[in-house]
């Protein structure tokens, strides 16, 4: 019997650390196998997961011992979270553990947005020399527009600052109070569009931010603008961005989460020569130092609810 079944890959000390107290079943591709991480939950009191494990009703009544949900990040829209709540199973997110490691992929995709040279390489290589071409912009000086401004976006905001930029933010659910906005000017989302000259998604997937960012609302971006999305799939329109950055009303985008990950390879084909586009595998918040914090702070979470509930 295992206390603690893990069905997505986490750090190895966070492994070896929840191995000294408790039996774990570690099977980073289980996350694939209905059948089997059903049976692994029969008798576990703890799941772990990143964002690949569909924690639903039905599979959580497959575990009718589970305490606790252990996310490795903090998204929860892979998790039924109401479930949880009628079952009186916790959900304890990673929060904050990878929030430097978000607003410096934000940072560094705008930067390479704004200076095509970084596309170049090939043709230095074939002698091309493409100097006028790969003319781009400075940060300083350009307003950037955050959807959401939670501590990710916060943390975006103040790196942006380092580099002379404006801020504007929407954020809806944040009080005008929080001192947070200190940071950024709080705009609505119109405003987000119309003023800026780059704009990063930093809100969570819910129904009312699926398709935010769909035809209508690209085309009220400024022309030539960049935009980013490092949040979650679904709250961008791909093909939408796919046909402003080919015909020239976008100037950049990067793309690090999809409406359906992993993007297969027929559907890859769609970003074929799409001009000046960043496309990652849902890496944003992922580094060595980030997996070690968020390895760390879930094995503590869980490890505290199971004690608890002893």
């Not at 997961?49 to 599979?59: E, I, K, P, S, Y």
């Not at 095509?116 to 003319?135: Q, T």
Request: net charge negative; hydrophobic share 45%.
């Amino acid at each position: 019997m295992s206390d603690i079944v893990i069905s997505e890959f986490i750090d190895a000390d966070a492994l070896a650390s929840l191995e000294k107290d408790f039996a774990v079943n570690f099977a980073p591709q289980l996350w694939q196998d209905s059948n089997g991480l059903c049976e692994a939950l029969s008798q576990a009191r703890a799941l772990i997961v990143r964002n690949r494990t569909q924690v639903t009703a039905d599979l959580l009544d497959r575990g009718p011992n589970l305490k606790v949900i252990g996310r490795l990040g903090v998204g929860l829209d892979n998790i039924d979270v109401a479930a949880c709540r009628s079952r009186n199973i916790e959900v304890r997110p990673a929060t904050g553990a990878n929030t430097v490691s978000v607003a410096e992929y934000t940072i560094a995709a705008m930067l390479m947005l704004l200076r095509p040279a970084f596309f170049g390489s090939l043709d230095v290589i074939a002698g091309r020399w493409p100097r006028e071409a790969s003319i781009g912009n400075e940060a300083a000086g350009r307003t950037l527009g955050l959807i959401g401004f939670g501590a990710i976006a916060q943390a975006v905001a103040e790196r942006a600052a380092v580099f002379a930029m404006t801020v504007l933010a929407y954020d809806p659910h944040l009080p005008q109070s929080d001192e947070a906005w200190h940071k950024a000017q709080s705009v609505e989302f119109s405003q987000i569009l119309e003023r800026s000259d780059i704009v990063s998604i930093h809100t969570p997937l819910t129904p009312e931010t699926r398709g935010l960012m769909d035809v209508g609302a690209i085309s009220k971006m400024r022309s030539g603008a960049i935009l980013i999305n490092s949040a979650r799939g679904g709250i961008v329109d791909e093909d939408a961005v796919i046909s402003a950055l080919k015909s020239g009303h976008l100037s950049g985008g990067a793309l690090d989460v999809f409406d359906a990950e992993p993007i297969s390879a027929q559907s890859g084909t769609r970003f074929a020569d799409v001009p000046n586009l960043i496309l990652t595998p849902h890496i944003s918040g992922v580094t060595k130092q980030s997996n070690r914090r968020v390895g760390a702070q879930t094995a503590a979470n869980v490890r505290q609810v199971l004690l608890e509930s002893l």
